[in-house]
């Protein structure tokens, strides 16, 4: 089968589509012809290995784990003899390591689950990275009817769902983010919107119970100002808001937080619900060939994406159920 393969850390030119050997599923396994897959920021990082730790986890020299990719929409093309709730022909979306590639091994309890039936592969494979960041985040802000939260890089995947997750959930969204993509993220839910080159939140006399640095530019300093007195700062990445965390959690009543969870099974059924029932959307930016990975990861890594990026590999159609 075709995969997007790399051999070493480094730049985007470091991968390179080529011929590897079809995964078999395991008993407990179901096998996913990928029809579509996207370019996120995880892939960034593992490609590069930064920071440096991804190495600790991927293989210190050079990656253990030479295919990237962590989304996946597609057919299910074979199931292993216990697997009892998917058959040939249906039609799956989820997370699984090693997504950049024609065939994609899935254990039936792990992260998976049916495509709803008005859903395309491109949408269905670009959601589920982008959510489980964004319920990960409202979560430990601990996000609920009501609170006033702020998403900060309401644009990005993290972003997009951050915005609609918080509105699902009955808080008052105020988004940040470039003019560009005011009536997007309206359109998503956000109540207020704020252009972040017009204006500076921290400066406006507004407060907000919890801050969302959904695309990790911002910091818990220079959003202090805006956080109300018991307010939460919650962050995406950066490593230095482990010891701000640590910290805040002694002194001052202002708080880092940061979700440290993982993708959860439940967060993809759910999704799968809400998209099922028209609350989420999808929101796709372009959409590249596998073969055109090069372009899409340096796009990605643009920061200038709006929503999610995503490639789509062609297969005979012949088997698929809707
Ligand atoms: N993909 C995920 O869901 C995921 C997974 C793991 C970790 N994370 C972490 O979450 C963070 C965000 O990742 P992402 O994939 O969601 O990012 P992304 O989609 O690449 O973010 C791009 C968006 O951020 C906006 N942006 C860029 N610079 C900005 C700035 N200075 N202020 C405000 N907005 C800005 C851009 O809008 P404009 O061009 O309009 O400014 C663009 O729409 C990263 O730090 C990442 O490590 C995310």
């Not at 495509?115 to 964004?134: H, K, R, T, W, Y």
């Amino acid at each position: 089968m075709k995969a997007v393969v790399h051999d070493r850390y480094g730049p985007p030119e470091v991968l390179r589509v080529a011929e590897v050997d079809r995964p078999e599923p395991a008993e407990d396994e179901v096998l996913v012809r990928v029809h579509a897959t996207t370019v996120t920021r995880t892939d960034i990082h593992m490609r590069a290995a930064k920071p440096f730790f991804w190495r600790f986890m991927l293989g210190l020299r050079r990656p253990r784990r030479r295919i990237l990719g962590l989304e996946f929409a597609g057919v299910v093309e074979a199931v292993g003899s216990s697997v009892t709730q998917y058959e040939a022909g249906d039609r799956v979306f989820g997370l699984r390591n090693g997504s950049h590639a024609e065939y994609v091994c899935v254990r039936e309890s792990g992260l998976i689950a049916r495509i709803p039936d008005n859903l395309g592969f491109e949408e269905a494979a670009a959601v589920c990275d982008g959510m489980s960041q964004g319920m990960n985040a409202l979560r430990a802000g601990r996000v609920g009817p009501g609170t006033r939260v702020l998403v900060y890089g309401a644009s990005g995947s993290c972003g997009t769902a951050t915005v609609q997750l918080g509105a699902y959930l009955g808080a008052h969204v105020t988004a940040v983010c470039n003019a560009k993509n005011v009536e997007l993220v309206r359109s998503l839910g956000a109540e207020e919107v704020i252009d972040y080159e017009r204006e500076d939140f921290t400066r406006n006399g507004q407060t907000y119970d919890v801050v969302i640095d959904a695309v990790a530019k911002h910091s818990f300093l220079r959003s202090r100002r805006a956080l109300a007195p018991n307010g939460r700062y919650v962050a995406t990445d950066r490593l230095y808001n482990f010891p701000l965390a640590w910290i805040t959690k002694w002194i001052g009543r202002k708080k880092v937080v940061f979700d440290v969870t993982g993708y959860e099974r439940d967060d993809v059924l759910l999704l799968r619900d809400l998209l099922d029932a028209g609350k989420y959307r999808a929101v796709v930016d372009r959409t590249y060939p596998l073969r055109d990975v090069l372009e899409a990861t340096r796009y990605v890594e643009s920061w200038r994406k709006t929503g999610n990026v995503v490639l789509t590999i062609s297969h005979d159609e012949k088997g698929a159920r809707q």
